[in-house]
């Protein structure tokens, strides 16, 4: 049985993404929402999920001592970044004015504008983004594997990640403005929408992960 490290820094909604990767496992996984060290070290496979404010997120990560063990943990084993997962992963986010992130991706996370309209025919977007849109895959990756390229994931957020290395961008969104909704890298996958509330798609995506053997 694999056993997953589902990362507890007191923000997202931890059970919720727990309880979609053991359903996603059908029996074949033993999931741990845990910030204890030795627990994801041991674990098979970590998912880094989150919400709400960058700041507040690191500050949490760093507390726990999260931060180091997230660094470790995305060359060791396969890894999924989820929502402020994947931010975190990047050098800095706009949010609070301005918030170190983990550096792990080079790129930073930017804000919806304040004025967000549609540019095709100037209707006004609300921020945040909060619903489902599509994703298009930018290239073939195991995690995308039966999933229909173009197909709806559900998203919440007013910031988006910008990666500066297209080659590590795996899927595009748009809203009023393209944004990269997932990138990938060796051993770790990490998307802005959230796989735990985008029903069967999401469900196909976490079982690929659970399947993963971190390669590209």
Known sequence: MQSIAVLDYGMGNLRSVAKAVEHAGAGTVEVHVT??????????????PGQGAMRDAMTALARVGLDELVRRSIGEKPFLG?????????????EDGGTPALGLISGH????????RDPVDGSRL?????GWNRV??????????????GH???FV?????????DAAVSGRTTYGL?????AAGDGWFATQFHPEKSAAAGQQLLKNFLSWDGTR
């Open 136 to 149: 298009t895959q930018t290239f073939a990756h195991p995690l995308w594997r039966a999933i229909e390229d």
């Open 178 to 182: 393209s944004f990269a909704s997932a």
């Open 35 to 48: 910030n204890d060290a030795a627990v994801v070290s041991r674990a098979d496979r970590v998912v880094f």
């Open 82 to 94: 989820i929502c402020v997962g994947y931010q975190a992963l990047l050098e800095r986010s706009e």
């Open 157 to 165: 957020h007013s910031y988006y990640p910008c990666p500066s290395d």
């Open 109 to 116: 996370v930017r804000r919806f504008p304040e004025q967000h």
């Open 126 to 130: 609300k921020v945040p983004h909060m």
């Open 152 to 154: 709806r994931f559900y």
